[in-house]
């Protein structure tokens, strides 16, 4: 499709030059039967005349047919890029995502995949010009060479400065990524399902417009400052151009009154050289925005310049099955990047198979990026991971999270249907209805399959028609099934149940105590309810482990853990 693309647009090129000099022809002859007194036959004329009918035909096919390629090419081009981005973007870190520098260089990457779909359009456009002014500049320096050099010298100042301005609007943009992204994030919170009942209630609408017109203002100011002079310069070299257009226009006119060229000859320069000057002010324009374009495409390259930091080993081990020693944590300490607080560290325990350990601290003791650094979705930045005796990093990646069944607390709400939801815990089982099934029996999401209209095929949520909305609790049932869609060994939960009432808590977790006999488990909770059934408990507290044992072993030692055991104990009184 490209070459044939190129191919039409290189036909087409020539056929401007093609119907002036028929033109020309056609003005010759007439005035030839003129002077004649129609004394010569007419057959010339028509001929001619019915030759330029079939190139203007011929010519707005042509343009039909490369309208239509740069579409479908623009389509894929779309389609590609996205797809390229997001596949790039499954090989980086989770870390990496935190980064607001790293989301400023995605949000442009993006933008690249729909704002420049057009940009191989307008290339190709501005090579087909460039052919086409060679073609009309060949005939106008058989002419007079002279003309094509005042042509360029009158044009090429406007080429210059919108370069300038172009480096100017981009240089800007890019200063501008993160509070644009801000104003994104502003119009979604002023107008969203997902706000809207916390905008009313708490009447936020007045700061959050407050706040988006005080940013789209700057954004105003600081662009019209760039647009004012742009225009300034731009209609001086304008009336640049147009003077030396004229002037050219004038030399042809004085040479024709003089007898040196005929009428059809100043057909055919005047014709070329507005042609020229036409299409030079189209490539001026689309100049702006291929520069643009191309400038733009450096956020979309460096995108993809950034590398993740965990790799999958060269000759990796083939994951344990069944696991014989556990997971051993050897001083292991992380900081997020560009963070000078670790968020854990000394962490020195072990994760023996077929034991529950609960993780118990207040918020931001680090628990839950404990079980991030556990399942490989960060690596330490100090001290090592063991897993029957190997570093975790020896280890396929894609084996060791096929064999962690874990649930975060900000698990996502999927606008899917209700297997897909389940399936997600395990994808290549997608079609297994007897096992989505089966999880949503153990997670008892499966009754509330049966209460809705569509069962398992039924859409969950309220962005597509016909689309169902559940309750947290609910949603939360959905979410514990994925973790039973794979057969793991090691089963995390983290705050698996805080949406549940309690009748369901307590069933989830006799459920839960079956399903990981012989397994590993880590769980996360603030209830003491469900933490007493853990075999250890881990107390964290500012990262590092405080306290560790069972329940009946921290309470009576009186610590951090019996603490905040009475705490709550004294909330039921």
């Given at each position: 499709?490209m070459?044939?693309?190129?191919?039409?647009?290189?036909?087409?090129?020539?056929?401007?030059?093609?119907?002036?000099?028929?033109?020309?022809?056609?003005?010759?002859?007439?005035?030839?039967?003129?002077?004649?007194?129609?004394?010569?036959?007419?057959?010339?004329?028509?001929?001619?005349?019915?030759?330029?009918?079939?190139?203007v035909?011929?010519?707005?096919?042509?343009?039909?047919?490369?309208?239509?390629?740069?579409?479908?090419?623009?389509?894929?081009?779309?389609?590609?890029?996205?797809v390229?981005?997001?596949?790039?973007?499954?090989?980086?870190?989770?870390d990496?995502?935190?980064?607001?520098?790293?989301?400023?260089?995605?949000?442009?990457?993006?933008?690249?995949?729909?704002?420049?779909?057009?940009?191989?359009?307008?290339?190709?456009?501005?090579?087909?010009?460039?052919?086409?002014?060679?073609?009309?500049?060949?005939?106008?320096?058989?002419?007079?060479p002279?003309?094509?050099?005042?042509?360029?010298?009158?044009?090429?100042?406007?080429f210059?400065g919108?370069?300038?301005?172009?480096?100017?609007?981009?240089?800007?943009?890019?200063?501008?990524?993160?509070?644009?992204?801000?104003?994104?994030?502003?119009?979604?919170?002023?107008?969203?399902?997902?706000?809207?009942?916390?905008?009313?209630?708490?009447?936020?609408?007045?700061?959050?417009?407050?706040?988006?017109?005080?940013?789209?203002?700057?954004?105003?100011?600081?662009?019209?400052?760039?647009?004012?002079?742009?225009?300034?310069?731009?209609?001086?070299?304008?009336?640049?151009?147009?003077?030396?257009?004229?002037?050219?226009?004038?030399?042809?006119?004085?040479?024709t009154?003089?007898?040196?060229?005929?009428?059809?000859?100043?057909?055919?320069?005047?014709?070329?050289?507005?042609?020229?000057?036409?299409?030079?002010?189209?490539?001026?324009?689309?100049?702006?925005?291929?520069?643009?374009?191309?400038?733009?495409?450096?956020?979309?390259?460096?995108?993809?310049e950034?590398?993740?930091r965990?790799?999958p080993?060269?000759k990796p081990?083939?994951?344990?099955?069944?696991?014989?020693?556990?997971?051993?944590?050897?001083?292991?300490?992380?900081?997020?990047?560009?963070?000078?607080?670790?968020?854990?560290?000394?962490?020195?325990?072990?994760?023996?198979?077929g034991?529950?350990?609960?993780?118990?601290g207040?918020?931001?003791?680090?628990?839950?990026?404990?079980?991030?650094?556990?399942?490989?979705?960060?690596?330490?930045?100090?001290?090592?991971?063991?897993?029957?005796?190997?570093?975790?990093?020896?280890?396929?990646?894609t084996?060791?999270r096929?064999?962690?069944?874990?649930?975060f607390?900000?698990?996502?709400r999927?606008q899917?249907?209700?297997?897909?939801?389940?399936?997600?815990?395990?994808?290549?089982?997608?079609?297994?209805?007897?096992?989505?099934?089966?999880?949503?029996?153990?997670?008892?999401?499966?009754?509330?399959?049966?209460?809705?209209?569509?069962?398992?095929?039924?859409?969950?949520?309220?962005?597509?028609?016909?689309?169902?909305?559940?309750?947290?609790?609910e949603?939360?049932?959905?979410?514990?099934?994925?973790?039973?869609?794979?057969?793991?060994?090691?089963?995390?939960?983290?705050?698996?149940?805080?949406a549940?009432?309690?009748?369901?808590?307590?069933?989830?977790?006799?459920?839960?105590?079956?399903?990981?006999?012989?397994?590993?488990?880590?769980?996360?909770?603030?209830?003491?309810?469900?933490?007493?059934?853990?075999?250890?408990?881990?107390?964290?507290?500012?990262?590092?482990?405080?306290?560790?044992?069972?329940?009946?072993?921290?309470?009576?030692?009186?610590?951090?853990?019996?603490?905040l055991?009475?705490?709550?104990?004294?909330?039921?009184?």
């Open positions: 499709m070459l044939a693309n190129i191919l039409l647009r290189f036909i087409k090129s020539a056929l401007p030059l093609l119907i002036l000099y028929v033109g020309k022809l056609i003005i010759d002859q007439v005035m030839l039967l003129n002077n004649a007194h129609n004394t010569l036959p007419h057959t010339r004329v028509w001929e001619l005349l019915g030759l330029e009918f079939g190139l035909i011929l010519s707005d096919m042509l343009s039909r047919g490369i309208t239509l390629m740069d579409s479908l090419l623009g389509d894929l081009f779309a389609n590609h890029t996205s390229k981005i997001m596949n790039h973007a499954a090989t980086l870190d989770l990496q995502f935190e980064d607001a520098v790293f989301y400023d260089k995605l949000e442009r990457a993006r933008q690249q995949t729909v704002g420049r779909t057009v940009l191989l359009s307008q290339v190709l456009s501005q090579l087909q010009d460039l052919i086409t002014m060679g073609f009309l500049a060949a005939g106008l320096m058989a002419f007079n002279w003309l094509i050099l005042l042509l360029l010298v009158t044009i090429l100042p406007a210059l919108e370069s300038y301005f172009n480096d100017q609007t981009y240089a800007l943009s890019r200063s501008q990524t993160p509070e644009r992204r801000e104003l994104d994030y502003l119009r979604y919170l002023g107008a969203s399902d997902e706000t809207a009942k916390e905008i009313k209630m708490f009447d936020l609408s007045a700061f959050i417009i407050a706040r988006f017109k005080t940013l789209s203002d700057m954004f105003y100011r600081d662009n019209r400052r760039i647009v004012i002079k742009r225009a300034g310069w731009g209609t001086f070299f304008a009336l640049l151009g147009s003077a030396g257009y004229y002037g050219a226009y004038v030399f042809i006119i004085a040479r009154i003089a007898g040196n060229i005929t009428i059809g000859e100043l057909t055919f320069l005047a014709g070329s050289f507005r042609q020229l000057r036409t299409l030079l002010e189209a490539i001026l324009t689309r100049f702006t925005a291929v520069s643009q374009g191309a400038v733009y495409l450096r956020d979309f390259f460096e995108f993809f950034i590398k993740p965990i790799h080993p060269a081990l083939p994951f344990p099955n069944p696991v014989m020693q556990g997971f051993v944590f050897e001083d292991v300490g992380f900081k997020y990047i560009h963070s000078d607080r670790w968020a854990n560290r000394h962490l020195n325990f072990t994760l023996f198979p034991e529950k350990l609960a993780l118990v207040e918020n931001g003791a680090g628990k839950t990026t404990l079980v991030k650094l556990l399942s490989r979705l960060y690596d330490p930045t100090e001290g090592r991971i063991l897993l029957d005796g190997h570093d975790l990093k020896e280890y396929d990646l084996e060791l096929l064999n962690t069944g874990i649930i607390q900000d698990y996502l999927y899917m249907t209700f297997s897909q939801n389940i399936a997600a815990g395990n994808i290549a089982e997608k079609d297994n209805i007897e096992l989505i099934q089966a999880a949503a029996k153990q997670s008892l999401a499966d009754e509330l399959a049966q209460r809705l209209p569509g069962g398992y095929g039924q859409m969950l949520g309220k962005r597509f028609f016909d689309g169902a909305e559940l309750s947290g609790g949603w939360q049932k959905v979410a514990i099934a994925r973790a039973y869609m794979r057969d793991a060994q090691l089963l995390i939960l983290d705050e698996p149940t805080s549940l009432d309690a009748r369901a808590e307590y069933e989830v977790f006799q459920r839960f105590a079956e399903l990981t006999k012989g397994r590993m488990a880590v769980l996360i909770s603030h209830r003491f309810s469900t933490v007493r059934m853990a075999d250890r408990i881990l107390v964290l507290q500012n990262g590092e482990i405080a306290e560790t044992g069972s329940h009946e072993v921290l309470l009576a030692k009186g610590g951090r853990y019996a603490e055991f009475n705490l709550q104990a004294a909330g039921y009184k």
